[in-house]
């Protein structure tokens, strides 16, 4: 499938998407801070450079918004082919 957008556009609308600090995030990290948990950030040792590491319980978290999970009626999702649902069955 080709491309709609010629290479300037794609790369201007690519350099606008965040993938630090989203609003999901912020909104978890103040969850998580509220509750008293202390936690760091993006620890690129760790394998898929987790967004948000709690040492203390050898846990990460990673955080995907509606782009990428598709939650139903959702304005930002794009109808994408979903692998993930298939070969975990």
């Not at 912020?26 to 898929?48: M, N, Q």
């Not at 598709?70 to 109808?79: A, V």
Request: hydrophobic share 40%; net charge positive.
């Amino acid at each position: 499938m080709a491309d709609v957008h010629d290479k300037l556009t794609r790369s201007y609308n690519m350099s606008q998407i965040r993938s630090k600090n989203t609003k999901p995030e912020i909104l978890v990290r103040k969850f998580l801070f509220a509750k008293g948990l202390r936690f760091r950030l993006y620890d690129s040792k760790l394998p898929g450079k987790p967004d948000i590491v709690l040492p203390k319980y050898k846990t990460v978290i990673f955080i995907h918004g509606c782009f990428w999970h598709g939650h139903e009626n959702c304005k930002y999702f794009i109808l994408l082919i979903r692998f993930d649902k298939v070969l975990y069955y």
